[in-house]
């Protein structure tokens, strides 16, 4: 038996959708000739199986090296599987597709994070174009099968000091329109799968941002078509989205906060055609609503999450509770979805709130709760995806496409919150061994109680080879300033001081500047540090409290501040690590030592740092 659930119009490449159909129709079975007669098969038998266009209430999948060579009815073994098939037992369980996520930034270990949940291809809307490079080349080169396959815009499309430049990496920007197809042209050169643009003027960060003229959007558009690339554009409010799509966007990678042109831009969306990748996750974290908590939380994922993982799921952007807003922007979605906009599910991971591949599953339930059904919402997560990028090798299960799939416990067409409960993963026609990460060692050195240094034998000029690094919010396109330098009055009266000054500016919602204190060779690198139990130095200044940012694996991208006062005498702070909330030695990266919270220009002297 099987349930034809999507009713709109199809755009299936190879007519996948119609040859189930057809196979069923005509008998118990279908198949193509095994791709390789010698490799021993896989038979997921007897699972409820979500094809990624319908759902057939019990079928036997068989797979034969990286491609998918059958599906027949029931739950007994077909025989083309041969003698010696590895059987596994779906009775109870649902076999989906492998999980697409259509929206991330994927560096470090991103794609094996989202292979660990069920992932097995992402869709990058910017990362470093090399490292992309890198991954596609071997994709290309074979099947991949410890970690998700990688698609990737690479460097988005922006402006001097607009969204996506804010990182402290420096990319190309686009600044001069009579540029544009030269600009373009450079990143297909350099690999983009597809064109990311970005067109934020920065209403929902509450201050202005610079970005692209209204204006040079159709011509971004015109040079992406003119060598066949999409061309999908960040945006945050209704009056962007309708710019856009009037320029003749493929698709939107956010969907509006505002009412404002709220229901104008529903409209235009569904006359243009557009698809829509609403990352439901980051919006709930934006809006303070704890989900990515909630999800670090549950005992199907919490095991399965890797330090930076769960601390990224547990942080925010520091927003209060906003479910009225939440509430609105779901409706938002739900008018979409009923007016036939395809929706895509994408976490936005690794921001505060995300996390690669756990953030999927959070991202389908939001999906459910603004209006879909649970199998509309797998469709986002497999086929839709597919269909929208192109990818005519994956998101269905369907004789010959690649063997990516997920076993879940449980009937994910009718729960959704089942994909969390994972039993096993395909990648590539190979059974991935899912990770437990504090049942792997970390390879990484374990630092010692010591004395950081007394400033008395390092000059100004040797600061930042000695891992003193000046930081300020700048690379969030904030406005504070820094300096440091080397002073001969030490809290010894007879060696030298660190002397940290500059200005906190308005620009950033959670204003920083101050001295980044690594504890590792490569800064940001995690060390174990548990044989720390405080971070202890000497400190003058001007009667402000001072703050301390920790950085560690388990607090995610947002630090942990540590308040400390300081007058004209020198005295003692000890900041206990144990005292901080959510901080996990075992991945501690650093400290930075920095102005008050309040603006204006500031002055704050350190010496005698050390791990107690």
Same mark, same amino acid.
């Given at each position: ?52 266009? !319908? ?62 949940? +069920? ?67 450079? =990143? ?21 941002? $610079? ?61 243009? +055609? ?39 799921? =547990? ?11 939440? =509430? ?36 389908? !339930? ?28 994956? +998101? ?23 994909? =969390? ?16 990460? !504090? ?16 400033? !008395? ?68 690198? $995690? ?39 300081? +007058? ?45």
């Amino acid at each position: 038996m099987h349930r034809q659930l999507w009713t709109r119009p199809l755009a299936a490449p190879s007519g996948a959708a119609t040859l189930v159909l057809a196979a069923f129709a005509a008998g118990p079975a279908f198949a193509q000739e095994p791709a390789t007669a010698q490799e021993a098969a896989t038979v997921i038998r007897g699972a409820v199986v979500f094809t990624g266009d !319908e759902v057939i209430e019990t079928a036997t999948v068989t797979i034969r090296g990286r491609t998918i060579e059958a599906i027949t009815a029931g739950d007994g073994l077909p025989p083309a599987a041969g003698d010696d098939a590895t059987v596994v037992d779906g009775r109870g369980m649902t076999l989906l597709p492998g999980l697409i996520d259509a929206h991330t930034h994927s560096f470090g270990p991103a794609l094996e994070d989202a292979l660990n949940f +069920g992932v097995t291809t992402v869709l990058d809307m910017f990362t470093e174009p090399n490292q992309a490079a890198a991954w596609r080349r071997e994709q290309a080169a074979g099947p991949v099968t410890g970690r998700a396959d990688l698609f990737s815009a690479g460097v988005a499309v922006t402006v001097e000091n607009g969204h996506g430049t804010q990182f402290g990496v420096p990319i190309p920007t686009l600044d001069d329109p009579e540029r544009t197809e030269a600009f373009i042209a450079a =990143r297909v050169e350099e690999g983009s799968d597809w064109i990311k643009v970005v067109y934020e003027h920065g209403e929902t960060f509450g201050r202005p941002i $610079p970005t692209l003229a209204a204006s040079t959007l159709s011509r971004i558009v015109a040079a992406a078509r003119a060598h066949d690339k999409l061309a999908v554009f960040h945006v945050s409010t209704a009056r962007e989205a309708l710019e856009v799509i009037a320029a003749g966007a493929d698709g939107l990678v956010h969907v509006w906060h505002d009412r404002d042109a709220a229901g104008e831009a529903v409209a235009a969306a569904v006359r243009a +055609g557009i698809f829509i990748i609403p990352t439901l996750t980051i919006t709930e974290s934006i809006l303070g609503m704890g989900g990515g908590a909630e999800l670090a939380a549950d005992p199907l994922v919490m095991p399965f999450l890797t330090p930076a993982q769960g601390g990224g799921l =547990r942080s925010g952007f520091g927003g209060s509770s906003a479910p009225d807003a939440m =509430r609105r922007v779901l409706d938002t979605i739900g008018a979409l979805h009923a007016a036939g906009v395809p929706l895509l599910a994408g976490s936005d991971a690794p921001n505060p709130g995300a996390a690669h591949g756990a953030s999927v599953h959070r991202e389908l !339930e939001l999906l459910v709760r603004a209006g879909l059904s649970p199998f509309e919402a797998l469709r986002a997560a497999t086929a839709a995806p597919a269909d929208a990028f192109g990818l005519d090798d994956r +998101g269905r299960i369907v004789p010959g496409m690649k063997a990516d799939l997920v076993l879940v416990r449980g009937d994910a067409t009718r729960d959704v919150a089942a994909t =969390r409960d994972l039993a096993g993963i395909w990648k590539d026609g190979v059974r991935v061994e899912r990770v437990r990460p !504090e049942a792997v060692l970390p390879g990484r050195p374990r630092i010692a109680p010591r004395v950081l240094t007394d400033f !008395e034998d390092l000059t100004s000029d040797d600061l930042a080879g000695s891992g003193w690094i000046p930081s300020t919010d700048t690379m969030f396109g904030g406005g504070s300033t820094v300096g440091s330098r080397v002073t001969a009055d030490g809290a010894d009266g007879d060696g030298g001081a660190l002397v940290i000054s500059g200005e906190i500016a308005a620009g950033f919602p959670a204003p920083w500047a101050g001295v980044m204190i690594g504890l590792a060779p490569g800064m940001m690198q $995690p060390v174990d540090a548990s044989d720390i139990t405080a971070l202890v130095f000497d400190a003058r200044g001007e009667g402000a409290r001072y703050r301390v940012l920790a950085f560690a694996e388990s607090l995610g991208p947002v630090p942990a501040t540590i308040e400390f006062a300081a +007058g004209a005498g020198w005295r003692r702070v000890v900041i206990p690590l144990g005292g901080i909330d959510g901080l996990d030695p075992t991945g501690a990266m650093g400290f930075l030592v920095s102005g008050p919270e309040a603006l204006g220009p500031f002055r704050l002297e350190i010496d005698n740092v050390e791990l107690r």
